[in-house]
């Protein structure tokens, strides 16, 4: 494997379009022998341009040292298109990012049924709550949840995943380090714990507006089939449909009224032939027979409160704070959680859930006491609320939603 710093020259030569980069690699084999080529083989390549000549003039690594000293400071994996680990159903589109920078674990998508949940930024509260449920049945299901960890539709197609315990993947479209929307840093924080983010623009790259559509062919890519949640007539969303069907993919849509604007374009894609959705086995019937020991045959226990209520951070992006807990249930009345047995939580968790006890606190004094890295915290609280372990009331104050047993 020809070192990083040539993948990284090369997948960030300005000038140079990503299909000229392709046919430079499929021409000399290495991104190191691109480097070391001159302008005579340069000129070999079908589709070259004099732009494209002049700038592979640039023999500067600068710019891959920098990237490279920003993974390793982020914690930050990348593959590229040579490696194992990179999906074929992404190698295999017409146009493959050359490489893909990784934050948290990355599944083998080749042999996972990998959906893509997608949505309009504005969202009705209706696709909110069917997009956070569809995606946690089909989590549930066993599923691999892939959005794109925006606004609206896709953040609910996250959070859903992540209520159902299920893994999912967000395909961002600037650097790890540029949380975007800042609404959504909750859910971030939680995906790289528990899933998977990808990007194929460096850190420090902002969330340009041009950057979006181009994302989008990844998160079609690496799966299955598409879902939309809810798509205007003009949206984004729509741009993702488009990818899909480019690469052979399954496209399927939640029916919406017919005079809502939101769903003016799911709708007109239900017309042209897309699969309805109504429940996640409208989706997943169709790969179970394709992928019998990853579909499993049982549901886990749906929620009350899809929508958007439902996570972290959703009072916070409307300007709001949660409105106050009611009273809590008498003790005996709340589900037990025994320490003393298999009970599935991180280290963090219980001394988190041990130091809570009967009281109410703030987080501030929940970091204080545990003596836990504030980042550390946010995540195992975010984790314990979305399985009802703990609750939060308004001034950001967490209580126990379970009586504690087995505790030494």
Partial sequence: MASLKYWLWLSRLEGVSLQQRLSLLEHFGQPDKVYFGDSGEYALVEGMTRQALTALENKSTSRADDILGDCQRLGLRIITIHDAEYPDRLRNIYDPPLLLYVQGR???????????????????????????????????????????????????????ALRAGGFTAAVIAGGHDI???????????????????LSEYPPGTPHDRTHFPVRNRIISGLCLGTVVIEAPERSGTL??????????????????????????????????????????????????ARFPHKIRPFRAEEPRNFGPQGGPGEAEAAGKEKPEASPPPPAEQHPILDLSEDHGLTDDQVRIVCTLGTRTMQVDEIIEETEIPTRRVLSALTMLELDGIVEQSSGKRFALAVTLTGQE
């Fill in 179 to 197: 949380i975007y929307p800042r609404e959504n840093r909750w859910l971030y924080e939680d995906i790289a714990v528990r899933g998977v983010i």
């Fill in 106 to 160: 990355m599944p083998a998508f080749d042999d996972e049924v990998a959906i893509a949940m997608v949505g309009s930024r504005k969202v009705s509260p209706y696709g909110q709550m069917m997009g956070e449920k569809l995606a946690f049945q089909m989590a549930g299901l066993g599923a691999l949840i892939v959005s794109g960890l925006a606004a609206g539709g896709d953040a609910a197609a996250h959070r859903g």
């Fill in 239 to 288: 741009i993702t449909v488009n990818h899909a069907l480019d690469q052979g993919r399954d496209i399927f849509a939640l029916p919406g009224q017919a005079d809502d604007w939101h769903c003016t374009g799911s709708n007109r894609l239900l017309r042209d032939g897309a699969g309805v959705v109504t429940d996640a086995w409208d989706v997943l019937s169709c790969y179970a």
